[in-house]
């Protein structure tokens, strides 16, 4: 390089030769199509995360490039560099090259401080550009490991030795120096961090690996769900119409055979008034000429002329005649009494139908889920035979943890159960009747005790008794024994006037509901009866405070205990 060269990149800012990925000097610079200028490694490493996409840019300018630029050294950009490395800054810095609130410091620098730009791991120091010079200068110092500036170099000495934290036991988990694998850790297995890290990456890598395999399934998940649901307001939209439709119709045709009936009690009423009103008019008159005859009869009753009454009397004694009317019985209290019954019968059957029908049609809604969990029941054999498969829970689909079984008979994680109340409120979210908890607890008894403690306070010693027996279809092992227990339990009596009589008498509920313990699986032993999850105080001191009683309080809430 020619010395006129050399004095105008003395002139120059080393930030124009520094590359705008890492924010140091360029190494290999590389010139991509656009003209700006990069590290080679760092524009290779920005354009592989690009690979998936077959679209590359410029950090800076955003320009687009397709296919991927062939990357080649700048080798004169590189010369200057690599001069400017060795003379240095000669223009003053800019301002922001001076340290601020929360920079790393230079500590070389005298007056104003500049901000350091690395760290030098066996100085143990930070430098700004001008001072790190010598470590690219000194052939000494340019073996030195330097890193990123940081203000925490004292955490990576050793606080025995004063010497670099640069080796990691895996005995004793932690970080050492060389000088502490001949002291303290002498035998221990022992390996370099860089080494230590390498493991490490590999560990972290393979977690990774399974969280992005989680997430990738929680999304097939979400997705599915989120498809389920439309499916389901769909299906519910249009149940919901055919279901108006279908009533409407219904009722249209409950309504015509209304009309049907009351056109037909009219008709009969109709005929039998007509056929009745004829009737009215021949008996009238017949009473008519019944009482002209009777009239005659009177008045020649009373003739004094006894020939005119002889001649009279021969033409009207006839006594009167059945004459063309038939004997008419009249009930006094003549109605459709038959027809309003039967009309009764036919609503009480209709309405028996319709219950019946609303049972089976609740039924076939409830069973619609979209959690993938059956909700018909299983026989006794059924039961037994799945004894020995795993129970899931029908939210999260995996095995159940601390299992609470509902009085539905659909069982979920309590972890599980306790995310979705929030967002379905207090109801199984498979057939969303009302939630109540059940347990699987045995037979016993629960005994309560006022005492004083060794200071002269009151307390309450609750005594459970669960005899050992044979595990039930509730249980995980029908038909198995189990091993009972007997123990104790302690609420404070000091407390007993704020609401520890409540929590008393929930715990009382709780174990007549059969929710305080339950019987737990062993391997190769007995399976024995143990407390569920709901808190409990072994020991006096447990339960000293209100906070013990709110715990016990919120957990038996949750399971309906209230």
């Known amino acids: 390089m020619s010395s006129k060269m050399a004095q105008a990149v003395g002139l120059l800012d080393q930030e124009q030769f520094s590359c705008t990925i890492c924010l140091d000097l360029l190494k290999d610079p590389a010139t991509i199509p656009c003209g700006h200028n990069y590290c080679m490694g760092c524009i290779k490493g920005c354009w592989d995360q690009d690979d998936h996409t077959g679209v590359y840019s410029c950090p800076q300018c955003r320009e687009t490039f397709t296919p991927r630029p062939v990357l080649k050294k700048n080798t004169l950009l590189d010369e200057v560099v690599e001069k400017l490395k060795k003379t240095g800054l000669q223009a003053a810095p800019p301002a922001h090259c001076y340290a601020g609130s929360g920079d790393v410091v230079c500590d070389v620098c005298i007056e104003r401080k500049h901000k350091a730009v690395k760290s030098c791991l066996m100085c143990l120091a930070s430098y700004c550009e001008t001072h790190l010079q010598l470590h690219y200068e000194s052939p000494a110092l340019k073996k030195h490991n330097l890193v990123k500036a940081t203000g925490n170099l004292q955490e990576k000495i050793c606080s025995h030795h004063d010497k670099l934290l640069e080796i990691y036991c895996r005995t004793d988990q932690q970080f050492i120096c060389y000088l502490c694998t001949i002291e303290d850790h002498k035998g221990h297995e022992t390996v370099s961090v860089a080494t230590e890290r390498t493991e490490k990456q590999k560990q972290l890598g393979a977690t990774q690996s399974k969280f992005q395999q989680r997430i990738q399934e929680r999304e097939n998940e979400l997705r599915d769900l989120r498809r389920a649901v439309q499916s389901l307001k769909r299906s519910a939209q249009a149940a919901v119409e055919d279901s108006e439709r279908i009533f409407t119709e219904l009722i249209r045709s409950i309504e015509r055979r209304c009309s049907e009936v009351k056109e037909l009690i009219r008709d009969q009423e109709m005929a039998e008034v007509s056929r009745a009103e004829g009737l009215l008019e021949r008996l009238e008159q017949e009473i008519v000429e019944l009482k002209k005859k009777d009239g005659e009869l009177e008045q020649l009753s009373h003739t004094e002329d006894h020939i005119h009454f002889l001649q009279i009397s021969k033409s009207l004694y006839?006594?009167?005649?059945?004459?063309?009317?038939?004997?008419?019985?009249?009930?006094?209290?003549?109605?459709?009494?038959?027809?309003?019954?039967?009309?009764?019968?036919?609503?009480?059957?209709?309405?028996?139908?319709?219950?019946?029908?609303?049972?089976?049609?609740?039924?076939?809604?409830?069973?619609?889920?979209?959690?993938?969990?059956?909700?018909?029941?299983?026989?006794?054999?059924?039961?037994?035979?799945?004894?020995?498969?795993?129970?899931?829970?029908?939210?999260?689909?995996?095995?159940?943890?601390?299992?609470?079984?509902?009085?539905?008979?659909?069982?979920?994680?309590?972890?599980?159960?306790?995310?979705?109340?929030?967002?379905?409120?207090?109801?199984?979210?498979?057939?969303?009747?009302?939630?109540?908890?059940?347990?699987?607890?045995?037979?016993?008894?629960?005994?309560?005790?006022?005492?004083?403690?060794?200071?002269?306070?009151?307390?309450?010693?609750?005594?459970?008794?669960?005899?050992?027996?044979?595990?039930?279809?509730?249980?995980?092992?029908?038909?198995?024994?189990?091993?009972?227990?007997?123990?104790?339990?302690?609420?404070?009596?000091?407390?007993?006037?704020?609401?520890?009589?409540?929590?008393?008498?929930?715990?009382?509920?709780?174990?007549?509901?059969?929710?305080?313990?339950?019987?737990?699986?062993?391997?190769?032993?007995?399976?024995?009866?143990?407390?569920?999850?709901?808190?409990?105080?072994?020991?006096?001191?447990?339960?000293?405070?209100?906070?013990?009683?709110?715990?016990?309080?919120?957990?038996?809430?949750?399971?309906?205990?209230?």
């Open 318 to 562: 006839v006594p009167p005649g059945p004459g063309d009317l038939p004997s008419i019985t009249v009930s006094p209290h003549i109605s459709f009494e038959a027809v309003r019954k039967r009309v009764s019968e036919l609503k009480e059957r209709l309405e028996d139908v319709c219950k019946n029908e609303m049972s089976k049609i609740c039924k076939a809604c409830r069973a619609m889920g979209i959690y993938g969990c059956s909700t018909e029941t299983k026989e006794p054999s059924e039961a037994r035979g799945r004894a020995a498969e795993v129970e899931t829970c029908p939210l999260c689909m995996k095995p159940l943890q601390n299992k609470l079984r509902l009085i539905c008979t659909h069982a979920f994680c309590e972890a599980c159960l306790r995310s979705t109340i929030s967002l379905v409120g207090r109801q199984c979210p498979v057939c969303l009747t009302a939630l109540t908890v059940v347990g699987d607890q045995p037979e016993g008894q629960m005994t309560m005790k006022h005492m004083k403690d060794f200071f002269g306070k009151e307390c309450i010693c609750i005594t459970y008794n669960i005899p050992s027996g044979i595990q039930t279809e509730a249980h995980p092992n029908p038909g198995k024994p189990f091993t009972g227990i007997q123990t104790q339990a302690w609420l404070p009596g000091e407390l007993w006037g704020l609401f520890g009589k409540d929590v008393l008498k929930l715990l009382e509920r709780a174990f007549d509901q059969k929710l305080v313990f339950t019987v737990d699986v062993t391997d190769g032993a007995e399976d024995r009866v143990v407390f569920t999850n709901i808190p409990r105080a072994r020991y006096l001191n447990e339960c000293s405070d209100c906070n013990f009683l709110g715990t016990v309080k919120a957990a038996l809430n949750f399971r309906g205990i209230e």
